[in-house]
């Protein structure tokens, strides 16, 4: 017969119920926990949309982001701290983060992807924003605001093509004003070189609106191209642009065709006020990222006034003046500002108030 081995561990058998107990035990510890860990989470979830939903949004975003690092593609979650984020002006970068997260985790729904196409093009990103606008108008044909979005950021890319068709698409159907998107129609064949339908279309507007600023600045662009030179500026002449972005556009073209003229002293001049402005614009960009800094400011308004924007001056210095004591050179500054504008009455009392104020130090 067969000799059975010695039982190498006596102690198992004495102990073999002590040991399914413990492990029975494990087992059942470990099911609680599984069965709790969704609920604390789940109150996570319910708290902080209903901290965000009652407008306590900055104690919710915790509650919010936490709950996401577990579940990643809550939709709803997604939704309400994206929104919030937007509403508390949370940096860009940080909110397209989950903007991105919302899209994917909802691919159908056009309200993630209309949000990350603003957020896109604030952050200046135009080949990213191009795709999310391409697929929100997939989901949402009919959003002619984000149609004609698009077709700016394709204009912008030299994607002029893609702009076009943009163009007669909401030129078919659109709730968008007929006049704007044929201005737009002209300013994309002048890019693509179609000299003859951009005229057309630019005459027809002027036909029945003889003064009307873009589609007069497209005129004289186009005289430009075609080399018509004095025609060019005679147009760009009566010109009066609208902002500063068009002003940089007129005093570029007017001073190339008055050199192309041979009216080169005149040119000179349009170069130099372009130089002014141009820096304002510049000043002005850099001012607005340093909303806090007194320099730049005062920079900004500075060059602003120099070149007559009286009422971007003026934002500039009552902004300034909302946050920091104002001083003799902010306040006269801000009197010729509203001079400039025909507020005499503000004018004057503003001045009155420099005058209380002690002179700038000398450096």
């Not at 999310?132 to 890319?157: K, M, N």
């Not at 005459?203 to 004289?220: C, F």
């Not at 030179?229 to 007017?254: I, M, N």
Request: charged share 25%.
């Amino acid at each position: 017969m067969p000799i059975s081995p010695p039982n190498a561990f006596p102690a198992l058998g004495r102990h073999r119920k002590l040991i399914l107990g413990v492990f029975v035990a494990i087992i059942g510890i470990g099911a609680v926990c599984l069965f709790l860990w969704p609920s604390k989470h789940s109150a996570e979830r319910e708290e902080g949309l209903s901290l965000a939903r009652s407008g306590q949004f900055d104690s919710a975003m915790p509650a919010l982001i936490q709950y996401l690092d577990q579940q990643p593609n809550d939709v709803e979650v997604l939704r309400e701290l994206v929104l919030g984020m937007v509403q508390k002006h949370a940096s860009d970068v940080e909110v397209d983060y989950y903007a991105q997260r919302w899209c994917q985790s909802a691919p159908a729904d056009g309200e993630p992807h209309r949000v990350r196409f603003e957020i896109l093009q604030r952050l200046s990103r135009p080949l990213e924003a191009i795709a999310v606008g391409e697929r929100l108008l997939v989901i949402s044909p009919f959003d002619d605001r984000a149609r004609h979005e698009l077709l700016t950021l394709y204009y912008s890319i030299g994607k002029y093509d893609d702009a076009r068709r943009e163009c007669l698409r909401l030129q078919d159907s659109s709730s968008l004003p007929a006049a704007a998107v044929q201005l737009w129609l002209a300013r994309v064949e002048l890019a693509r070189g179609e000299l003859r339908a951009a005229a057309e279309i630019v005459d027809r507007i002027l036909q029945r609106q003889p003064d009307e600023p873009v589609a007069s600045l497209l005129r004289g662009l186009i005289h430009a191209q075609a080399g018509e030179h004095a025609q060019a500026v005679t147009v760009l002449r009566r010109v009066r642009p609208q902002s500063r972005q068009e002003r940089v556009v007129v005093l570029h073209a007017l001073g190339t065709a008055l050199m192309r003229n041979g009216e080169e002293r005149e040119a000179k001049k349009r170069f130099q006020e372009l130089a002014r402005v141009s820096d304002a614009e510049l000043f002005m960009s850099d001012a607005a990222h340093r909303k806090h800094d007194k320099t730049y400011q005062m920079r900004a308004a500075n060059a602003l006034f120099a070149v007559d924007d009286f009422r971007d001056a003026s934002m500039v210095l009552e902004l300034l003046h909302s946050h920091t004591l104002p001083d003799r050179e902010s306040l006269s500054l801000l009197a010729k500002c509203y001079a400039g504008m025909g507020r005499a009455g503000e004018a004057r009392v503003t001045q009155e108030r420099a005058a209380l104020l002690p002179e700038p130090s000398k450096q």
